[in-house]
């Protein structure tokens, strides 16, 4: 089954940092571009930060400057760096993928099952 494993999440205080990883399995491929999604309680899944398969990058505004994301290709892999962490950071965040899989050609939508971060003030 075609998926994507997050790692990384957790709890930190105000101002702290965490490394999240996404990786995603063997029989997906030809990944166009990877993301980091985020819901908090209550509100709609957010886009954090998207990355082509050629390193161009975008932000929401709320994390620029502070948010990174990073991919290897090689290793089919997507991190996302954040520091200066604010409680509104709090959120589930979610790895996508836009890739095709040995079980559909056709490239789809593929996530992650979520990784909570909770940042404390």
């Known amino acids: 089954q075609a998926q994507l494993v997050e790692s990384g999440g957790g709890l930190v205080q105000a101002g702290g940092s965490l490394r999240l990883s996404c990786a995603a399995s063997e029989n997906l491929f030809s990944i166009n571009h990877m993301a980091w999604y985020r819901q908090a309680p209550g509100k709609q899944r957010e886009l954090v930060a998207v990355?082509?398969?050629?390193?161009?990058?975008t932000y929401v505004d709320s994390v620029k400057g502070r948010f990174t994301i990073s991919r290897d290709n090689a290793k089919n892999t997507v991190s996302l760096q954040m520091n200066s962490l604010k409680p509104e950071d709090t959120a589930v965040y979610y790895c996508?993928?836009?890739?095709?899989?040995?079980?559909?050609?056709?490239?789809?939508?593929?996530w992650g099952q979520g990784t909570q971060v909770t940042v404390s003030s």
């Open positions: 996508h993928a836009y890739a095709s899989s040995t079980f559909k050609i056709e490239a789809d939508d593929y």
């Open positions: 990355i082509t398969s050629g390193g161009k990058t």
